[in-house]
């Protein structure tokens, strides 16, 4: 059985829930239904509290132990100081202990205050007051005391303390305001409607003497789906029956607005309610320089067992000779002599291990993680990446991939919201083949309350302008949208009927635009009130229609629709939605016509919506209503049945027209993806809308251009042919190519040879993923995997959300592993976020569900051409560093050690002294690489924006190869064994010094230590090319520390030590003339040969980085990431840097005239190999390819 399913049931057990049901029985009030209904049976369910917090007092030490020792180097470094517990072992157990507990310490304290924080959030919130009815009259208590049940009441600007069913509020209408920013970001005021039954029970009396009960589904975290019912007792008949829906759920984190007070019943409380389920974190996700490291670590792991195995051998070959395992002044005991071999062989190898195991950088995961905390708050502080519009700035919810943004190879990218504002505009709408524009004037007058018509066919007759109003009428009722009267909005709209302010609010900025356009074509929707919408027609009369019923929106049926009746008694069914879910459905109008207009608008980029109607006459209407009535209470598989029942209603439509809207372009879209692809990044668009919409907004962003061929892979062509022949065309045409291809062909850059672009929609994807009839999908799959790779550029449409996850797992599985990202804004781009190894939400208009579930989140697209470009290299660079250099020296620090032992007779003695050797990696060497990882700029800000091109050479994990770390570790012996063998050739012809005394092993371990020390750190400073202040004080101040550190363990006799054998040591070996010699001449030995390949290889084969570097220093003055915000926004801060200068006098936004220019000439072929004209339209929104950033 799986384990999963043996701890469910475990917790139904102990939960008291051993009768276990998809559904709950609630009784509203405590109170027991009536007589004769059902048999009341009380069911236990958790109290209020919220517990986010990991630990408690009591578990914090054992728990939090257990989880850092499941890490492999921890628990590693644990086994050794039991060893050297146990055994005798040559180095002392602090030398392990302490820096394991110095990590250990670290770590904890940091994890404990993060768990305090949370601590303190959960109690301010479980302690929060809060009103309860309790035998009709009002109580407060703490929050933590409510349980399942309770009647609350909540008031405005206060937050639901738990998930309550909607029964009543002050409005005479039943319905309330939310905001659910703290659950998904959304700040547009959503509209709850309570159970007809009891919207009327508007104090505490009423609302205590309410007989009911409630079934509901179990908790789970769907934040937009609840099923449930409701039954309402009176004293007479039988309970009137009301389905429940997420319309009459308000949930746990809510804000009420603009209400004044509503009362609601407690279904989901504690860690039940929805959002602490949706507490659950994320799949952790692991960086490839991570998987780096772990594989390094192995390979020393491995050398360090081979150390120990060899020193292990060949101490039995040296002791096998007589009198060598037992010399005269060392005899054995007789109880060691009879010892077993086995057990002593096995000894020493444990000894040998504890000698050598500090080649394995303890610290290094400390100071990584350091680095990346730390690091991370170089974006979140990066004022180019702050959208003043929004006031939203750059956030980090993870810094574990913040090297990662420099390795990106394939960007998954929505279009709606991300590459576009998601600001729609209402451009123009079609009916019944008459075009109709505002602003323009209409046949010479101006129509009354509008801004104009043009009709730029022939005026309508009497009965197309009947269709016309009714048109008109559909846009003012088919929607959802909210009027909020606010005399504070900023920048007023007067309604006409009041002279109040208003605003309309929605979920969906399209049907604010829709409302808003229309209301310029003289047709206003004014209000809902008790149930009736009223609308202001051209002639200002107002017009009241009864809302009927409401059939919601889904991205699955890709269409809404409401039944309204008129004053005349009338009833409509007004539907909107895509062309491709409206056209089938319907039976009359002028589709040919519309078809028309709606792919012309779909062509030049603009978003359209199909609009029908339908009339009902009562008896439809009464079995509509039987149909959805038993479709809403029913509490299994209520979402299929309502779809079926929509299904069967929206039917035999009369079409009327179309709507065009324009999501313009984000500024600065087209200059970043150009700027990506050079960086020989692929950007894919994955989109849910046309495919002609789409293509256009793929022209203006310059993701395909004017010398693309696009090739089709449409339901349309598989209909035409079969799959497999379609795979085998397309392969045929790219991979002609394909020998010819340069990488910047693969950039999609090349204005010479011919570049692919390649057009998917959602069914053919279907088709290709759908295992075949064999078994085997793997050949359609490989096939179209090696067709995306030709193309410079891919768009997939149609798209649902899970298939964009599909594509991003298909080629993040792909043979090449490339690392992936994926950008959207919305909710539908969750699944392809935490899908890709890097996710990045936008903060755009449609809530912040994917800022919480990314990994970064940033306000616009063009801020991820600095985040990948500028901070994603500079990362990268700094963590390889920083690994390479910990794995270095770690080799010159025990590689020593290791040849030592040729020299004692393999006798386990250890050449440096318990305080070097616990001391190396926590003080003498990890500040200035702590320093280094953090501040190094290789090359400027502005040269990294200019030349995207860079970003190629630390692509692939180009700088933690296998034959850079070979490099690295090579250099680390070489110098290993200059240090050793150099103090011993000095030390060999100078053994006295001038007052008679002998040099000894302290002495010529510590020479080795002191070469080493400014060895390393040396190397470090070759290393830096970008110098502060700060790097000075810490590379210098590391070797002065350490210096000052030896003088004083050597200049004084310290009680506590049970050895004095390092005293005067230090001191005497200064005293040397040849060890200062020594130390001069071993350090630059020991650096020469770096030196010497650097400079070769800068000269003979430079890297594009290199060549730069080589070409132009980068101004000590310019500004940096480094640069304080103060004194570059204070009036006597002047950048000395001619590149910034260059950049502040571009101008900030540049139309794309020359690309206007080629289009409107020579339009780039679409589809099938046609020509169409792109529109103009886009053009306008199109952001420049050079724009102005300060740095």
Known sequence: MDCSLVRTLVHRYCAGEENWVDSRTIYVGHREPPPGTEAYIPQRYPDNRIVSSKYTFWNFIPKNLFEQFRRVANFYFLIIFLVQLIIDTPTSPVTSGLPLFFVITVTAIKQGYEDWLRHKADNAMNQCPVHFIQHGKLVRKQSRKLRVGDIVMVKEDETFPCDLIFLSSNRGDGTCHVTTASLDGESSHKTHYAVQDTKGFHTEEDIGGLHATIECEQPQPDLYKFVGRINVYSDLNDPVVRPLGSENLLLRGATLKNTEKIFGVAIYTGMETKMALNYQSKSQKRSAVEKSMNAFLVVYLCILISKALINTALKYVWQSEPFRDEPWYNQKTESERQRNLFLKAFTDFLAFMVLFNYIIPVSMYVTVEMQKFLGSYFITWDEDMFDEETGEGPLVNTSDLNEELGQVEYIFTD???????????????????????????????????????????????????????????????????????????????????????????????????????????????????????????????????????????????????????????EIYLFCKGADSSIFPRVIEGKVDQIRARVERNAVEGLRTL?????????????????LLQAAKVALQDREKKLAEAYEQIEKDLTLLGATAVEDRLQEKAADTIEA????????????????????????????????????????????????HDVLFELSKTVLRHSGSLTRDNFSGLSTDMQDYGLIIDGAALSLIMKPREDGSSGNYRELFLEICRSCSAVLCCRMAPLQKAQIVKLIKLSKEHPITLAIGDGANDVSMILEAHVGIGVIGKEGRQAARNSDYAIPKFKHLKKMLLVHGHFYYIRISELVQYFFYK????????????????????????????????????????????LMEQHVGIDVLKRDPTLYRDVAKNALLRWRVFIYWTLLGLFDALVFFFGAYFVFENTTVTSNGQIFGNWTFGTLVFTVMVFTVTLKLALDTHYWTWINHFVIWGSLLFYVVFSLLWGGVIWPFLNYQRMYYVFIQMLSSGPAWLAIVLLVTVSLLPDVLKKVLCRQLWPTATERVQNGCTQPRDCDSEFTPLASLQSPGYQSTCPSAAWYSSRSQQVTLAAWKEKVSTEPPPTLGGSHHRCSSKLSHSCPGSRVGMLV
């Open 415 to 569: 279009k709606t919201g991300t590459l576009t504002e998601n600001n729609m505009e209402f451009k123009e709408c079609c009916i019944e083949g008459h075009v109709y524009v505002p602003h323009v004037i209409c046949n010479g007058q101006v129509l009354p309350e509008s801004s104009g018509i043009d009709m730029i066919d022939s005026s309508p007759s009497v009965n197309g302008r009947e269709r016309e109003e009714l048109f008109f009428r559909a846009l003012c009722l088919c929607h959802t949208v909210q009027v909020k009267h606010d005399d504070s909005v900023d920048g007023p709209r007067k309604s006409p009927d009041g002279g109040k302010s208003c605003v309309y609010i929605s979920s969906s900025p399209d049907e604010v635009a829709l409302v808003e356009g229309v209301q310029r074509l003289g047709f206003t929707y004014l209000r809902l009130k008790d149930n009736y919408m009223e609308i202001l027609n051209r002639e200002n009369h107002i017009e009241r229609f009864e809302l009927l019923e409401i059939l919601s929106f889904d991205s699955v049926r890709r269409r809404m629709s409401v039944i309204v009746k008129s004053a005349t008694g």
């Open 610 to 626: 199909c609009v029908a109607y339908k009339r009902l006459i009562q008896e439809e209407y009464e079995g509509i209503c039987k």
């Open 676 to 723: 990506l692809q050079k960086a020989g990044i692929k950007v894919w668009v994955l989109t849910g809308d046309k495919m002609e919409t789409a293509a256009a907004t793929c022209y203006a962003c310059k993701l395909f251009r004017r010398n693309t061929q696009l090739l089709e892979l449409t339901t349309k062509r598989i209909e035409e042919q079969s799959l």
């Open 890 to 933: 770690n080799v010159c620090f025990i590689f020593p050690q290791f040849l030592y032992q040729f020299f004692c007779g393999f006798s386990q003695q250890t050449l440096y002294d318990t305080a070097y050797l616990t001391l190396y990696n926590i003080s003498f060497t990890s500040l200035p690489i702590l320093l280094y990882s």
